[in-house]
């Protein structure tokens, strides 16, 4: 007992030294706790206070995000946390400033929603369950011991699974939440069974000991093989790549829009922030022999952009067809991914930022067509933007940005990737780099012929009858403006977003 005194003492010494590294996720915890107080406290009308109180907090928390990238501009620019069960760098900060500033955007969208609005109960629960939701992918993003992998991984879960059946009171938004906890729940399961093998392997939780490493190498390839890959099924889940990809359209389609919006978005990013860590664990420590990331990575980037492209061309259902999108977009991604470059790494984060812009302008205006003229599939909006030519001019911004066309943030996004990826092949001549430039350049040329249907029908096709201007809805529309002009701005001046990230 004695001797173990000094152990503790040094460990809570430790624990205490890095707490000055986790403030925005203490104040993310006490943020959740005052929302959670200000919804029983307040009583009706707390839904207007528990939105201004979560917006205020996710300020406070960007710019405590600011200062520990400070801290570690002025350090070592890497700092593992208790006990190596996180791990904080200068990109992992990036991460995180990301998701709080997309989850801001989001929290002025939640009420301006006909379907959330109506909701009985109003919004404050979903600002507690969306806070509750941002700590988890702080976690998430930080995570590098497995078993804080898997716990932020069920956190994230938890709170997504609440937000899509938020109104259940809808068939289609009960159908949706039951679908998504069912995968969830597969996805989670897979996961914790990979977990537990690399466990029983190495006897270690902590990805980053070089003990890990050498005890893996010395196990047999086909349970190293089956292990990670029941461990990137499970983080899969979350970035929808294939073949846990079946779950999107229908829980995108049945959940509110800005639900939907968020889910697309903000969890992604954090699960690749979360990919990275465990990539970089495998690949920088000691490589495994019999486990290619980037072959296994490569497969399923090429895989997943062709079946999230070609499947969204046969879409009428706008949200649908952006659901398809972004399986399409989580493929184009993890070509950064594979590069195991810092420039791969910045393409990565400035893809994923524009990207988000892009596919929440994308669903706010859908959910405005779908709000003013009952509008849900592509055919119906035929001559709408002669009716609203201001939300249907930004909406074919957006789409011009997601197609990645010149001059918008969607093209020099696409452009760092592919740049960062010929970069990485010039040096190793690796095929499946090739292969997956190329399947990159199709598949952008098979998105523009799905994308370009909404165009075609708002001004090229004629509708049932002649329409004045309506300009109803104006928060909608002067936000889907802002969001429109930061795509063509961050198009023409990249340098602006990326040397920020």
């Given amino acids: 007992m004695h001797d173990l005194l000094p152990t503790i003492s040094q460990q809570l010494s430790s624990i205490l030294g890095d707490v000055h590294y986790f403030v925005p996720e203490l104040y993310l915890s006490a943020l959740f706790i005052l929302v959670l107080l200000a919804d029983l406290f307040i009583g009706k009308h707390s839904e207007r206070y528990c939105r201004a109180i979560g917006i205020a907090g996710l300020i406070i928390v960007f710019f405590k995000d600011y200062d520990q990238w400070w801290m570690l501009l002025k350090g070592s620019g890497m700092q593992p946390l208790f006990n190596g069960m996180l791990l904080l760098h200068r990109k992992t900060v990036s991460f995180k400033a990301v998701i709080d500033l997309l989850t801001m955007l989001l929290m002025v969208y939640f009420p301006w929603d006909n379907k959330l609005a109506s909701h009985k109960k109003g919004l404050s629960d979903l600002y507690t369950i969306t806070i509750g939701s941002v700590l988890g992918l702080h976690l998430l993003a930080m995570a ?5 992998i898997f716990l932020a991984v069920e956190m994230v879960s938890i709170a997504s699974y609440l937000m899509v059946a938020y109104c259940s009171e809808t068939g289609l938004s009960a159908e949706a939440g ?14 914790l069974y990979g977990i537990s ?4 392997f190495t006897g270690s939780l902590d990805i980053w000991d070089p003990k890990f490493m050498v005890n893996l190498t010395a196990t047999g390839s086909a349970g190293v093989g089956l292990a990670l890959t ?8 979350k970035l929808s790549f294939v073949p846990v990809h079946f779950w999107v359209p229908d829980v995108y389609e049945g959940a509110a829009t800005p639900v939907t919006a968020y889910l697309s978005t903000v969890p992604k990013i954090a699960a690749f922030a979360l990919l990275i860590n465990f990539v970089n664990a495998f ?10 990331f980037r072959l296994v990575l490569s497969a399923i980037g090429v ?4 079946a999230g492209n070609f ?6 259902n706008v949200k649908r067809m952006l659901a398809y ?6 493929g184009f991604a993890l070509m950064a991914v594979v590069t195991y470059s810092p420039q791969g790494l910045n393409s990565l984060i400035y893809y994923l930022a524009v990207y988000a812009i892009a596919n929440i302008a994308a669903l706010l205006l859908a959910s405005y067509f779908s709000n003013q003229a009952g509008a849900e599939k592509v055919t119906e909006y035929k001559g709408l933007g002669f009716k609203y030519p201001i939300v249907s001019v930004c909406f074919v911004i957006v789409l011009i940005s997601l197609t990645g066309l010149p001059v918008s943030a969607g093209f020099t996004g696409k452009l760092f990737v592919f740049s960062s990826v010929y970069s990485v092949y010039q040096q190793n001549h690796d095929v499946w780099l090739l292969a997956l430039m190329i399947t990159g350049a199709v598949v952008t040329v098979v998105s523009l012929f799905y994308y370009i249907k909404i165009p075609l029908n708002l001004f090229l096709r004629k509708g049932a009858s002649s329409f004045e201007h309506d300009y109803s809805d104006k928060k909608v529309i002067f936000l889907g403006l802002v969001l429109s002009l930061l795509l063509i701005l961050f198009g023409i001046f990249p340098n602006w977003l990326y040397e920020v990230l």
């Fill in 144 to 148: 590098t011991n497995l078993l804080s």
């Fill in 178 to 191: 039951l679908k998504y906890v069912l995968f969830g729940a597969a996805s989670s399961a897979v996961l």
């Fill in 197 to 200: 093998l690399l466990y029983g």
């Fill in 230 to 237: 029941l461990v990137l099924i499970g983080i899969g889940f």
């Fill in 283 to 292: 690949v920088a420590v000691v490589p495994h022999p019999d486990f290619d």
């Fill in 303 to 306: 895989i997943t952009m062709i």
């Fill in 311 to 316: 499947a969204a061309v046969a879409q009428q």
């Fill in 325 to 330: 999108s972004s399986i399409g977009h989580t």
